[in-house]
């Protein structure tokens, strides 16, 4: 049994910043690429950044130079600093990782408005 939890959203103006983490548990014994999606509402969800178990990184083009994804490999946690907040990013984030089965996190609410 695998479990993921988020936390980190919230309500934030345009321009602020939210840290997101995501804690995996349960029976694993390693976790290769650790994924951030969001969803916002009347859209697909998409890929948003990963990260390898070396640190390897890629971002959605959408988030470069804003968004940073890192891991603690020890404590089995994926974060998601996210700097100069739009409106556009407003969605629900989830974490996702990849064993034998996918697993996904129940997902964080930000909402970025004035």
């Known amino acids: 049994q695998v479990q993921l939890v988020e936390s980190g959203g919230g309500l934030v103006q345009p321009g602020g910043s939210l840290r997101l983490s995501c804690a995996a548990s349960?029976?694993?014994?390693?976790?290769?690429?650790m994924y951030w999606y969001r969803q916002a509402p009347g859209k697909e969800r998409e890929l948003v950044a990963d990260?390898?178990?070396?640190?390897?990184?890629n971002y959605a083009d959408s988030v470069k130079g804003r968004f940073t994804i890192s891991r603690d490999n020890a404590k089995n946690t994926v974060y998601l600093q996210m700097n100069n907040l739009k409106p556009e990013d407003t969605a629900v984030y989830y974490c996702?990782?990849?064993?034998?089965?996918?697993?996904w996190g129940q997902g964080t609410q930000v909402t970025v408005s004035s």
């Open positions: 996702n990782i990849r064993l034998r089965a996918q697993y």
């Open positions: 349960g029976i694993i014994f390693r976790i290769d690429t």
């Open positions: 990260i390898s178990r070396g640190g390897r990184t």
